[in-house]
């Protein structure tokens, strides 16, 4: 018999979820591991977020209403300070769990070098109804700084954390992020602690029309080159191919989200200027794609 059983605190932000509420405070309830508590953080919603909350009636369900109406990041560390547990998760309001998450990473944490498990996650569209697995490669385990800075593969949705771990080395969301928060907060932790990843995709993630980081994408290319910059410095030393490679990707990304506000003219320009490599002819391709697919329209108008 597993005599390991610590309470795992899952932290839920709030801010009128209404829509998806049910289905991840459902995947909670159903998961195989028992001793768990959700910490509610309601960001002053002004829908039936808590009234959805409150009909389960359930004593493991702990409701925190905010004073003010705060960002993401620190609406997170208000949470944080209201959770019991010895190990912390993470559940979107739109995203949710399979049955078998918590009790598949609680396993990993008998290893007190590790401070950090996550999965891998199902990207469900719901504007085409298609479904994939988010990272098709072998996910980073151990010392993952370099490879999560070259390549971010960590969703919040799939983290359980280890609370004294960060606590002791005072590590918490910087709250002057919207949307790079998860980003930062992981970074620096590598740099400290291992990671142990689960390949299998444990956790499912809701794409849709009203994602916050899908709605902002200038938000989130604008904060991604303010943390390059201003953690240029710190990492360059010991982490240079990756931090060259984040920037090249931040280029990358700022081009295409101009192909998708339909600046083809300048995203054609920047593509010119471009370094070879196999992101350019990936945006080539798709401003190519567009563009046909625009002819096509007006030959049939």
């Not at 401070?115 to 490669?137: A, C, E, G, P």
């Not at 054609?268 to 992101?279: R, T, W």
Request: net charge positive; with cysteine.
């Amino acid at each position: 018999m597993n005599s390991y059983n610590p309470l795992v605190s899952i932290i839920i932000n709030c801010y009128n979820g209404e829509k998806y509420l049910k289905e991840a405070l459902n995947s909670v309830t159903e998961q195989s591991y028992e001793n768990w508590e959700i910490i509610f953080w309601d960001n002053q919603s002004t829908d039936s977020s808590a009234k959805i909350f409150n009909e389960y009636n359930n004593s493991k369900f702990k409701y925190f209403y905010a004073n003010t109406h705060a960002t993401l990041y620190a609406a997170r560390n208000e949470a944080l300070k209201k959770c019991n547990g010895e190990l912390i998760a993470f559940l979107d309001v739109d995203d949710w769990w399979n049955f078998d998450k918590i009790e598949k990473q609680v396993k990993i944490f008998k290893d007190q070098s590790i401070s950090l498990v996550y999965t891998n996650s199902t990207i469900h569209n719901q504007l085409n109804k298609n479904k994939k697995i988010f990272i098709r490669k072998k996910l980073p385990s151990g010392n993952v700084t370099s490879r999560i800075l070259s390549n971010y593969t960590i969703g919040i949705s799939t983290v359980i954390l280890r609370k004294s771990f960060f606590q002791e080395n005072k590590l918490f969301f910087n709250p002057k992020y919207n949307i790079m928060g998860d980003f930062d907060l992981f970074v620096r932790s590598s740099l400290l602690t291992k990671f142990y990843a689960i390949d299998e995709p444990l956790s499912n993630y809701r794409l849709h029309e009203s994602n916050y980081t899908n709605m902002n994408t200038n938000i989130w290319t604008d904060e991604f080159e303010l943390w390059l910059n201003e953690n240029k410095e710190k990492f360059e030393k010991k982490f240079r191919k990756p931090i060259k490679k984040s920037f090249v990707y931040l280029k990358y990304l700022k081009i295409k989200f101009k192909i998708l506000d339909k600046k083809y003219k300048d995203s054609f320009i920047d593509i010119i200027k471009f370094p070879i490599c196999v992101e350019k002819f990936k945006l080539l391709f798709i401003l190519i794609l567009i563009i046909l697919k625009i002819k096509t329209r007006d030959d049939f108008k």
